[in-house]
Protein backbone atom coordinates (compact mmCIF):
# COMPACT_ATOMS: atom_id res chain seq x y z
CA UNK A 1 0.00 0.00 0.00
CA UNK A 2 2.66 2.17 1.03
CA UNK A 3 4.21 1.68 -2.17
CA UNK A 4 1.43 2.43 -4.07
CA UNK A 5 0.92 5.74 -2.13
CA UNK A 6 4.43 6.49 -2.85
CA UNK A 7 4.47 5.69 -6.57
CA UNK A 8 1.09 7.28 -7.07
CA UNK A 9 3.01 10.65 -5.21
CA UNK A 10 5.79 10.03 -7.89
CA UNK A 11 3.54 9.99 -10.73
CA UNK A 12 1.45 13.36 -9.24
CA UNK A 13 4.70 15.31 -9.17
CA UNK A 14 6.06 14.11 -12.30
CA UNK A 15 2.62 14.73 -14.52
CA UNK A 16 2.01 18.29 -12.59
CA UNK A 17 3.22 20.34 -15.31
CA UNK A 18 5.00 23.88 -14.00
CA UNK A 19 2.53 26.58 -13.22
CA UNK A 20 1.15 28.10 -16.53
CA UNK A 21 -1.40 30.65 -16.18
CA UNK A 22 -4.67 31.06 -18.59
CA UNK A 23 -5.82 33.67 -20.64
CA UNK A 24 -9.02 34.76 -21.23
CA UNK A 25 -11.07 36.76 -24.00
CA UNK A 26 -14.32 38.09 -24.37
CA UNK A 27 -15.84 38.05 -27.70
CA UNK A 28 -18.28 40.51 -28.08
CA UNK A 29 -19.86 39.19 -31.22
CA UNK A 30 -19.49 35.33 -30.49
CA UNK A 31 -21.05 35.62 -27.07
CA UNK A 32 -18.20 33.93 -25.75
CA UNK A 33 -15.36 33.60 -23.76
CA UNK A 34 -12.06 31.90 -24.96
CA UNK A 35 -9.82 29.83 -22.79
CA UNK A 36 -6.37 29.60 -23.78
CA UNK A 37 -3.58 28.23 -22.11
CA UNK A 38 -0.79 30.35 -21.47
CA UNK A 39 1.86 27.97 -22.10
CA UNK A 40 1.45 26.41 -25.03
CA UNK A 41 -1.15 29.12 -26.22
CA UNK A 42 -3.53 26.71 -27.10
CA UNK A 43 -7.12 27.78 -27.03
CA UNK A 44 -8.44 24.71 -24.60
CA UNK A 45 -11.70 25.79 -24.62
CA UNK A 46 -14.38 28.20 -25.30
CA UNK A 47 -17.60 28.86 -22.80
CA UNK A 48 -20.74 30.35 -23.81
CA UNK A 49 -21.97 33.30 -22.12
CA UNK A 50 -24.58 36.13 -22.06
CA UNK A 51 -24.86 38.36 -24.74
CA UNK A 52 -22.50 41.07 -25.77
CA UNK A 53 -19.78 40.22 -23.47
CA UNK A 54 -17.30 43.13 -23.36
CA UNK A 55 -15.47 44.29 -19.74
CA UNK A 56 -14.75 41.27 -17.54
CA UNK A 57 -12.50 41.16 -14.25
CA UNK A 58 -11.44 38.60 -11.89
CA UNK A 59 -13.11 37.90 -7.97
CA UNK A 60 -9.96 38.76 -5.41
CA UNK A 61 -9.69 34.55 -4.73
CA UNK A 62 -9.03 34.21 -8.96
CA UNK A 63 -12.26 31.62 -9.25
CA UNK A 64 -14.33 34.16 -10.89
CA UNK A 65 -14.82 35.88 -13.62
CA UNK A 66 -17.21 38.53 -13.49
CA UNK A 67 -18.71 39.28 -17.31
CA UNK A 68 -20.62 42.77 -18.61
CA UNK A 69 -23.36 40.79 -20.46
CA UNK A 70 -24.42 44.44 -22.28
CA UNK A 71 -27.32 43.07 -24.13
CA UNK A 72 -28.04 41.33 -21.13
CA UNK A 73 -28.29 44.06 -18.80
CA UNK A 74 -26.31 41.70 -15.96
CA UNK A 75 -23.02 41.11 -14.66
CA UNK A 76 -22.62 37.16 -15.02
CA UNK A 77 -20.26 34.80 -12.88
CA UNK A 78 -18.21 32.43 -14.53
CA UNK A 79 -17.29 29.77 -12.31
CA UNK A 80 -13.50 29.09 -14.00
CA UNK A 81 -13.18 25.43 -12.18
CA UNK A 82 -16.39 24.20 -14.53
CA UNK A 83 -16.34 27.39 -16.89
CA UNK A 84 -20.22 27.75 -15.88
CA UNK A 85 -21.68 30.14 -15.48
CA UNK A 86 -22.95 30.08 -11.50
CA UNK A 87 -24.75 33.28 -10.78
CA UNK A 88 -25.70 36.77 -12.35
CA UNK A 89 -25.70 39.83 -10.25
CA UNK A 90 -28.08 42.72 -11.00
CA UNK A 91 -25.44 45.72 -13.00
CA UNK A 92 -28.17 48.47 -14.15
CA UNK A 93 -28.78 48.71 -18.01
CA UNK A 94 -26.29 47.88 -20.53
CA UNK A 95 -23.20 47.43 -18.45
CA UNK A 96 -19.86 47.46 -20.54
CA UNK A 97 -16.50 47.73 -18.46
CA UNK A 98 -16.18 47.24 -14.71
CA UNK A 99 -13.53 47.05 -11.52
CA UNK A 100 -13.37 45.55 -8.66
CA UNK A 101 -12.33 47.33 -5.16
CA UNK A 102 -9.58 46.01 -3.80
CA UNK A 103 -12.19 44.72 -0.85
CA UNK A 104 -13.10 42.29 -3.12
CA UNK A 105 -16.77 42.82 -2.35
CA UNK A 106 -17.66 46.11 -4.19
CA UNK A 107 -17.93 46.08 -8.16
CA UNK A 108 -18.37 48.97 -9.70
CA UNK A 109 -20.17 48.62 -13.14
CA UNK A 110 -20.10 51.46 -15.90
CA UNK A 111 -23.57 51.97 -17.11
CA UNK A 112 -23.38 53.66 -20.94
CA UNK A 113 -26.93 53.95 -21.48
CA UNK A 114 -28.05 55.18 -17.84
CA UNK A 115 -25.45 57.82 -17.17
CA UNK A 116 -24.61 55.92 -14.02
CA UNK A 117 -21.60 53.69 -12.44
CA UNK A 118 -23.81 51.17 -10.26
CA UNK A 119 -22.16 49.76 -7.05
CA UNK A 120 -22.81 46.07 -6.69
CA UNK A 121 -22.06 44.05 -3.49
CA UNK A 122 -20.35 40.75 -5.32
CA UNK A 123 -21.32 38.03 -1.84
CA UNK A 124 -25.30 39.50 -1.42
CA UNK A 125 -25.96 40.21 -5.20
CA UNK A 126 -27.32 43.60 -4.68
CA UNK A 127 -26.82 47.02 -5.82
CA UNK A 128 -25.31 49.38 -2.89
CA UNK A 129 -25.65 52.26 -4.55
CA UNK A 130 -26.14 53.81 -8.23
CA UNK A 131 -23.41 57.08 -8.58
CA UNK A 132 -24.41 59.59 -11.43
CA UNK A 133 -21.81 60.72 -14.03
CA UNK A 134 -21.18 62.11 -17.23
CA UNK A 135 -22.90 61.05 -20.62
CA UNK A 136 -22.28 57.25 -21.66
CA UNK A 137 -19.95 56.37 -19.18
CA UNK A 138 -17.26 53.64 -20.41
CA UNK A 139 -13.41 53.38 -18.59
CA UNK A 140 -13.28 52.15 -15.30
CA UNK A 141 -10.04 52.99 -13.45
CA UNK A 142 -9.66 51.67 -9.80
CA UNK A 143 -6.84 53.12 -7.67
CA UNK A 144 -4.09 50.90 -6.28
CA UNK A 145 -4.97 51.43 -2.56
CA UNK A 146 -8.94 51.66 -3.85
CA UNK A 147 -10.06 54.98 -2.55
CA UNK A 148 -10.84 56.18 -5.74
CA UNK A 149 -12.74 55.22 -8.78
CA UNK A 150 -11.84 56.92 -12.47
CA UNK A 151 -14.75 57.34 -14.91
CA UNK A 152 -14.54 58.48 -18.04
CA UNK A 153 -17.52 59.36 -19.98
CA UNK A 154 -17.80 59.35 -24.03
CA UNK A 155 -19.67 62.33 -24.49
CA UNK A 156 -18.55 64.55 -21.63
CA UNK A 157 -15.19 64.40 -22.54
CA UNK A 158 -14.68 63.93 -19.35
CA UNK A 159 -12.68 61.44 -16.55
CA UNK A 160 -14.59 62.14 -13.26
CA UNK A 161 -12.91 60.68 -10.08
CA UNK A 162 -14.98 59.11 -7.24
CA UNK A 163 -13.88 58.78 -3.81
CA UNK A 164 -15.09 55.13 -3.32
CA UNK A 165 -15.83 55.53 0.67
CA UNK A 166 -18.19 58.76 0.10
CA UNK A 167 -19.37 57.68 -3.45
CA UNK A 168 -18.98 61.75 -4.22
CA UNK A 169 -17.61 62.97 -6.97
CA UNK A 170 -14.20 64.95 -6.14
CA UNK A 171 -13.18 65.93 -9.41
CA UNK A 172 -14.00 66.16 -12.70
CA UNK A 173 -10.99 65.99 -15.27
CA UNK A 174 -10.83 67.53 -19.02
CA UNK A 175 -9.57 65.02 -21.20
CA UNK A 176 -9.37 64.36 -25.29
CA UNK A 177 -12.49 63.26 -27.23
CA UNK A 178 -14.28 60.21 -26.41
CA UNK A 179 -12.28 58.51 -23.50
CA UNK A 180 -12.67 55.10 -23.31
CA UNK A 181 -10.23 53.98 -20.72
CA UNK A 182 -8.70 54.66 -17.78
CA UNK A 183 -5.49 52.94 -15.73
CA UNK A 184 -3.72 54.29 -12.66
CA UNK A 185 -0.06 53.95 -12.31
CA UNK A 186 1.29 50.69 -10.23
CA UNK A 187 2.81 53.81 -7.49
CA UNK A 188 -0.62 55.71 -7.71
CA UNK A 189 0.79 58.79 -8.32
CA UNK A 190 -1.47 59.43 -12.12
CA UNK A 191 -3.70 58.17 -13.88
CA UNK A 192 -3.83 57.84 -17.87
CA UNK A 193 -7.10 58.01 -19.76
CA UNK A 194 -6.86 57.27 -23.42
CA UNK A 195 -9.23 59.20 -25.57
CA UNK A 196 -10.01 57.46 -28.94
CA UNK A 197 -11.29 59.82 -31.09
CA UNK A 198 -8.73 62.90 -29.63
CA UNK A 199 -6.06 60.21 -30.61
CA UNK A 200 -4.00 60.80 -27.07
CA UNK A 201 -3.11 60.30 -24.16
CA UNK A 202 -3.58 62.53 -21.20
CA UNK A 203 -1.96 61.88 -18.03
CA UNK A 204 -4.04 63.00 -14.65
CA UNK A 205 -1.57 63.98 -11.48
CA UNK A 206 -3.44 62.32 -8.82
CA UNK A 207 -2.57 64.63 -6.15
CA UNK A 208 -4.02 67.47 -7.30
CA UNK A 209 -6.69 65.95 -10.06
CA UNK A 210 -5.23 68.12 -13.12
CA UNK A 211 -3.75 66.70 -16.49
CA UNK A 212 -0.12 66.83 -16.07
CA UNK A 213 0.80 65.26 -19.42
CA UNK A 214 -0.47 64.39 -22.82
CA UNK A 215 0.62 61.44 -24.90
CA UNK A 216 0.62 61.84 -28.83
CA UNK A 217 1.32 59.41 -31.12
CA UNK A 218 2.00 59.16 -34.74
CA UNK A 219 2.90 56.02 -36.86
CA UNK A 220 5.03 56.93 -39.53
CA UNK A 221 2.63 56.40 -42.69
CA UNK A 222 -0.64 55.60 -41.00
CA UNK A 223 -3.40 58.97 -41.17
CA UNK A 224 -4.36 60.26 -37.76
CA UNK A 225 -7.45 59.51 -37.54
CA UNK A 226 -6.73 55.55 -37.70
CA UNK A 227 -4.69 56.18 -34.73
CA UNK A 228 -7.42 55.72 -31.79
CA UNK A 229 -5.96 54.90 -28.18
CA UNK A 230 -7.81 52.49 -26.04
CA UNK A 231 -6.57 50.28 -23.38
CA UNK A 232 -3.34 50.56 -21.65
CA UNK A 233 -1.35 48.72 -19.59
CA UNK A 234 1.66 49.03 -17.37
CA UNK A 235 4.48 46.91 -17.22
CA UNK A 236 5.02 45.23 -13.60
CA UNK A 237 7.61 47.85 -12.53
CA UNK A 238 5.65 50.74 -14.02
CA UNK A 239 8.62 51.59 -16.46
CA UNK A 240 6.68 51.07 -19.51
CA UNK A 241 3.19 51.13 -21.03
CA UNK A 242 1.36 49.68 -23.68
CA UNK A 243 -1.08 51.45 -25.25
CA UNK A 244 -3.52 49.84 -28.19
CA UNK A 245 -3.80 52.07 -30.95
CA UNK A 246 -6.83 51.00 -32.29
CA UNK A 247 -7.49 50.37 -36.43
CA UNK A 248 -3.74 51.64 -36.62
CA UNK A 249 -3.13 47.95 -35.41
CA UNK A 250 -0.46 49.13 -33.44
CA UNK A 251 0.91 49.10 -29.77
CA UNK A 252 3.11 51.84 -28.37
CA UNK A 253 5.51 50.97 -26.18
CA UNK A 254 5.56 54.08 -23.66
CA UNK A 255 8.21 55.06 -21.18
CA UNK A 256 6.15 55.78 -18.40
CA UNK A 257 7.77 58.93 -16.44
CA UNK A 258 9.25 60.64 -19.21
CA UNK A 259 5.67 60.04 -21.78
CA UNK A 260 7.85 59.32 -24.79
CA UNK A 261 6.41 56.76 -27.38
CA UNK A 262 9.92 53.80 -26.99
CA UNK A 263 8.10 52.32 -30.68
CA UNK A 264 5.28 51.25 -32.36
CA UNK A 265 4.64 47.35 -32.32
CA UNK A 266 2.45 45.95 -35.24
CA UNK A 267 -0.62 43.64 -33.89
CA UNK A 268 -3.82 41.70 -35.29
CA UNK A 269 -6.63 44.58 -36.73
CA UNK A 270 -8.40 46.80 -34.56
CA UNK A 271 -6.14 46.37 -31.30
CA UNK A 272 -8.65 46.79 -28.55
CA UNK A 273 -7.90 45.88 -24.65
CA UNK A 274 -4.44 44.80 -23.06
CA UNK A 275 -3.19 42.62 -20.49
CA UNK A 276 0.01 41.44 -18.68
CA UNK A 277 1.02 37.87 -18.53
CA UNK A 278 1.64 37.00 -14.31
CA UNK A 279 5.62 37.22 -15.08
CA UNK A 280 5.62 40.79 -16.56
CA UNK A 281 7.31 38.82 -20.02
CA UNK A 282 4.45 39.20 -22.22
CA UNK A 283 1.44 41.55 -23.31
CA UNK A 284 -1.77 40.28 -24.70
CA UNK A 285 -3.74 42.07 -26.99
CA UNK A 286 -7.27 41.30 -28.12
CA UNK A 287 -7.90 42.60 -31.99
CA UNK A 288 -11.52 43.30 -32.50
CA UNK A 289 -11.61 43.09 -36.78
CA UNK A 290 -8.71 40.24 -37.45
CA UNK A 291 -10.17 38.14 -34.38
CA UNK A 292 -7.17 37.09 -33.15
CA UNK A 293 -4.71 37.26 -29.95
CA UNK A 294 -1.38 38.84 -30.55
CA UNK A 295 1.04 37.87 -27.75
CA UNK A 296 3.97 40.55 -27.15
CA UNK A 297 7.55 39.50 -25.67
CA UNK A 298 8.22 42.62 -23.53
CA UNK A 299 11.77 42.24 -23.00
CA UNK A 300 12.51 41.47 -27.36
CA UNK A 301 10.24 44.47 -27.90
CA UNK A 302 7.98 42.31 -30.43
CA UNK A 303 5.16 40.05 -31.40
CA UNK A 304 5.38 36.26 -30.92
CA UNK A 305 2.13 35.43 -32.37
CA UNK A 306 -1.30 35.29 -32.93
CA UNK A 307 -3.53 32.85 -31.34
CA UNK A 308 -7.50 32.95 -33.44
CA UNK A 309 -10.04 33.58 -30.85
CA UNK A 310 -14.00 34.09 -31.29
CA UNK A 311 -15.50 36.82 -33.14
CA UNK A 312 -14.76 40.61 -32.07
CA UNK A 313 -12.84 39.86 -29.35
CA UNK A 314 -12.97 42.79 -26.69
CA UNK A 315 -11.66 41.91 -22.78
CA UNK A 316 -8.55 40.48 -21.81
CA UNK A 317 -7.69 39.06 -18.25
CA UNK A 318 -4.87 36.90 -17.09
CA UNK A 319 -5.32 33.90 -14.67
CA UNK A 320 -2.06 33.52 -13.11
CA UNK B 1 -45.59 66.41 -26.04
CA UNK B 2 -48.28 63.36 -27.54
CA UNK B 3 -46.95 59.79 -27.60
CA UNK B 4 -46.26 60.66 -31.64
CA UNK B 5 -44.61 63.45 -31.97
CA UNK B 6 -42.74 61.95 -28.99
CA UNK B 7 -41.47 58.83 -31.00
CA UNK B 8 -40.37 60.96 -33.59
CA UNK B 9 -38.54 63.02 -31.96
CA UNK B 10 -36.76 60.08 -30.23
CA UNK B 11 -36.36 58.56 -33.81
CA UNK B 12 -34.33 61.94 -34.85
CA UNK B 13 -32.52 61.54 -31.01
CA UNK B 14 -31.63 58.18 -31.99
CA UNK B 15 -29.93 59.19 -35.38
CA UNK B 16 -28.25 61.84 -34.28
CA UNK B 17 -27.16 60.47 -30.96
CA UNK B 18 -25.39 57.48 -33.17
CA UNK B 19 -23.86 59.79 -35.62
CA UNK B 20 -22.40 62.41 -32.89
CA UNK B 21 -21.09 59.43 -31.15
CA UNK B 22 -18.97 58.39 -33.64
CA UNK B 23 -18.62 60.71 -36.71
CA UNK B 24 -15.58 62.47 -35.50
CA UNK B 25 -15.53 64.74 -38.52
CA UNK B 26 -17.60 63.57 -41.03
CA UNK B 27 -21.27 64.76 -40.09
CA UNK B 28 -22.63 62.36 -42.50
CA UNK B 29 -21.18 59.02 -41.03
CA UNK B 30 -23.61 56.77 -39.39
CA UNK B 31 -21.68 53.77 -37.36
CA UNK B 32 -20.34 53.10 -34.41
CA UNK B 33 -17.12 53.12 -35.46
CA UNK B 34 -15.13 56.26 -36.04
CA UNK B 35 -14.95 56.45 -39.91
CA UNK B 36 -11.08 55.55 -41.21
CA UNK B 37 -11.72 57.30 -44.69
CA UNK B 38 -8.49 54.65 -46.43
CA UNK B 39 -7.21 52.31 -45.24
CA UNK B 40 -3.38 53.09 -45.04
CA UNK B 41 -1.08 50.36 -46.72
CA UNK B 42 1.39 50.87 -43.46
CA UNK B 43 -1.14 50.32 -40.71
CA UNK B 44 -1.54 46.47 -42.02
CA UNK B 45 1.94 45.52 -43.50
CA UNK B 46 5.41 45.39 -42.22
CA UNK B 47 7.69 44.44 -45.15
CA UNK B 48 9.84 46.19 -47.24
CA UNK B 49 8.00 49.92 -48.50
CA UNK B 50 6.80 48.89 -52.45
CA UNK B 51 7.90 51.27 -55.11
CA UNK B 52 5.90 55.04 -54.46
CA UNK B 53 2.97 55.35 -57.80
CA UNK B 54 1.16 52.01 -58.98
CA UNK B 55 3.91 50.05 -60.63
CA UNK B 56 1.90 46.56 -59.60
CA UNK B 57 -0.44 47.79 -62.60
CA UNK B 58 2.45 47.23 -64.94
CA UNK B 59 2.96 43.57 -64.19
CA UNK B 60 -0.13 41.72 -66.04
CA UNK B 61 -0.09 38.80 -63.59
CA UNK B 62 -0.35 41.32 -60.74
CA UNK B 63 -3.16 43.17 -61.97
CA UNK B 64 -4.84 40.36 -62.80
CA UNK B 65 -4.87 38.70 -59.41
CA UNK B 66 -5.02 41.71 -57.87
CA UNK B 67 -8.70 42.43 -60.10
CA UNK B 68 -9.54 38.58 -59.20
CA UNK B 69 -9.45 38.82 -55.30
CA UNK B 70 -10.05 42.26 -54.33
CA UNK B 71 -13.60 42.56 -55.51
CA UNK B 72 -16.50 43.23 -52.63
CA UNK B 73 -18.31 39.42 -53.09
CA UNK B 74 -14.63 37.06 -53.43
CA UNK B 75 -14.44 35.44 -49.85
CA UNK B 76 -11.36 35.53 -47.67
CA UNK B 77 -10.70 31.70 -48.30
CA UNK B 78 -10.57 32.38 -51.89
CA UNK B 79 -8.69 34.91 -52.04
CA UNK B 80 -5.77 33.36 -49.60
CA UNK B 81 -5.79 30.01 -51.95
CA UNK B 82 -5.28 32.61 -54.87
CA UNK B 83 -2.17 34.48 -53.09
CA UNK B 84 -0.75 31.02 -52.30
CA UNK B 85 -0.46 29.91 -55.60
CA UNK B 86 0.61 33.23 -57.32
CA UNK B 87 3.51 32.93 -54.78
CA UNK B 88 4.59 28.81 -55.11
CA UNK B 89 6.26 28.71 -58.11
CA UNK B 90 7.98 32.31 -57.34
CA UNK B 91 11.85 31.96 -56.51
CA UNK B 92 12.97 34.71 -53.71
CA UNK B 93 14.28 37.30 -56.06
CA UNK B 94 11.12 37.11 -57.50
CA UNK B 95 9.02 37.21 -54.17
CA UNK B 96 11.47 40.28 -52.66
CA UNK B 97 10.06 41.56 -56.17
CA UNK B 98 6.87 40.87 -56.42
CA UNK B 99 4.92 40.40 -53.02
CA UNK B 100 5.51 44.37 -52.08
CA UNK B 101 3.97 45.23 -55.91
CA UNK B 102 1.31 42.61 -54.63
CA UNK B 103 0.68 44.15 -51.52
CA UNK B 104 0.54 47.96 -52.87
CA UNK B 105 -2.00 46.70 -55.37
CA UNK B 106 -4.81 44.95 -52.70
CA UNK B 107 -4.39 48.00 -50.52
CA UNK B 108 -5.29 49.97 -53.50
CA UNK B 109 -7.68 48.30 -55.12
CA UNK B 110 -9.57 47.24 -51.55
CA UNK B 111 -9.59 50.94 -50.59
CA UNK B 112 -11.84 51.63 -54.19
CA UNK B 113 -14.17 49.05 -53.28
CA UNK B 114 -14.19 50.19 -49.32
CA UNK B 115 -14.35 53.86 -50.54
CA UNK B 116 -17.77 53.08 -53.07
CA UNK B 117 -19.41 51.20 -50.03
CA UNK B 118 -18.47 54.10 -47.65
CA UNK B 119 -20.02 56.85 -50.16
CA UNK B 120 -23.45 54.32 -50.40
CA UNK B 121 -23.56 54.31 -46.56
CA UNK B 122 -23.11 58.57 -46.29
CA UNK B 123 -26.07 58.30 -48.81
CA UNK B 124 -28.06 55.77 -46.61
CA UNK B 125 -27.75 57.94 -43.38
CA UNK B 126 -28.78 61.48 -45.26
CA UNK B 127 -31.85 59.61 -46.35
CA UNK B 128 -32.36 58.37 -43.17
CA UNK B 129 -32.17 61.56 -41.39
CA UNK B 130 -34.25 62.85 -44.09
CA UNK B 131 -36.95 60.33 -42.83
CA UNK B 132 -36.28 61.20 -39.37
CA UNK B 133 -37.27 64.78 -40.21
CA UNK B 134 -40.59 64.01 -42.06
CA UNK B 135 -41.99 61.87 -39.39
CA UNK B 136 -40.94 64.72 -36.90
CA UNK B 137 -43.03 67.19 -39.32
CA UNK B 138 -45.99 65.03 -39.69
CA UNK B 139 -46.23 64.54 -36.10
CA UNK B 140 -45.84 68.20 -35.60
CA UNK B 141 -49.18 68.72 -38.24
CA UNK B 142 -51.03 66.20 -36.17
CA UNK B 143 -50.52 68.04 -32.84
CA UNK B 144 -51.74 71.31 -34.55
CA UNK B 145 -55.06 69.66 -36.22
CA UNK B 146 -58.33 71.11 -34.57
CA UNK B 147 -60.36 68.68 -33.38
CA UNK B 148 -62.60 68.57 -36.23
CA UNK B 149 -60.67 67.56 -39.38
CA UNK B 150 -61.48 63.30 -39.30
CA UNK B 151 -60.15 62.89 -42.76
CA UNK B 152 -57.53 65.20 -42.59
CA UNK B 153 -56.20 63.35 -39.33
CA UNK B 154 -56.75 59.93 -41.10
CA UNK B 155 -54.29 60.73 -43.93
CA UNK B 156 -51.52 61.99 -41.73
CA UNK B 157 -51.77 59.59 -39.55
CA UNK B 158 -51.32 56.93 -42.52
CA UNK B 159 -48.17 58.68 -43.49
CA UNK B 160 -47.13 58.73 -39.74
CA UNK B 161 -47.08 54.91 -40.12
CA UNK B 162 -45.16 54.75 -43.05
CA UNK B 163 -42.57 57.28 -42.36
CA UNK B 164 -41.93 55.92 -39.03
CA UNK B 165 -41.78 52.31 -40.76
CA UNK B 166 -39.65 53.21 -43.75
CA UNK B 167 -37.03 54.64 -41.05
CA UNK B 168 -36.88 51.97 -39.13
CA UNK B 169 -36.05 49.47 -42.09
CA UNK B 170 -33.61 51.71 -43.11
CA UNK B 171 -31.99 51.60 -39.30
CA UNK B 172 -32.00 47.78 -39.77
CA UNK B 173 -30.29 47.94 -43.03
CA UNK B 174 -27.73 50.64 -41.98
CA UNK B 175 -26.54 48.07 -38.93
CA UNK B 176 -26.08 45.67 -41.78
CA UNK B 177 -24.53 47.95 -44.04
CA UNK B 178 -21.81 49.03 -40.99
CA UNK B 179 -20.85 45.71 -41.44
CA UNK B 180 -19.54 45.87 -45.03
CA UNK B 181 -16.39 48.16 -44.84
CA UNK B 182 -14.87 45.91 -41.65
CA UNK B 183 -15.32 42.75 -43.81
CA UNK B 184 -13.41 44.80 -46.75
CA UNK B 185 -10.90 45.76 -43.85
CA UNK B 186 -10.66 42.00 -42.03
CA UNK B 187 -10.03 40.49 -45.29
CA UNK B 188 -7.45 43.01 -46.53
CA UNK B 189 -5.41 42.53 -43.43
CA UNK B 190 -5.28 38.82 -43.77
CA UNK B 191 -4.36 38.91 -47.40
CA UNK B 192 -1.09 41.18 -46.22
CA UNK B 193 -0.21 38.83 -43.54
CA UNK B 194 -0.83 36.15 -46.19
CA UNK B 195 1.59 38.13 -48.16
CA UNK B 196 4.22 39.00 -45.81
CA UNK B 197 4.65 35.31 -44.46
CA UNK B 198 5.34 34.20 -48.62
CA UNK B 199 8.46 36.60 -48.34
CA UNK B 200 11.77 35.26 -48.19
CA UNK B 201 12.85 35.19 -44.29
CA UNK B 202 16.57 36.75 -44.21
Redesign the interface.
Known amino acids: MRALIAALALLLFCAAPTRAETILVSNERDNSITVIDGATLQVTRTVRVGRRPRGIALSQDRRQLYICAGDDDRVEVLDLATWRVVRHLPSGSDPELLALHPDGRRLFVANEDDNLVTVVDVQRGAVLSEIPVGV?PEGMGMSPDGRFLVNTS??TNMAHVIDTTTQQVVANVPVGA?PRVAVWQPDGARFWVSS??GGVVTVVDAQRFQPAGTIEFR?????R??V?PVGIVFAADGARAFVALG????VAVVEAPALRVERYL?V???VWNLALSGDGRRVYTTNG???DLSVIDVEANRVLRSVPVGRSPWGVVVVP | MTPRSALAALLLLAWAGDAAAARGDDPDWPCVQRLVPELALSSLWNGPAPPEGAAWREAPELAALVARITPRAVGEEDGLRAIAEFAAPLDAAARRRLLPLLAAGVAEATNAVRGGVLDRIKALARRQRHLAEAANRTAAALDALPPDAADRRAELEQRHFFETKAFQDSERTMRYACEAPVRLEARLGAYLRAIQEALPKD
Open positions: EETREIVPGVPEAQPANRLGQRVSN
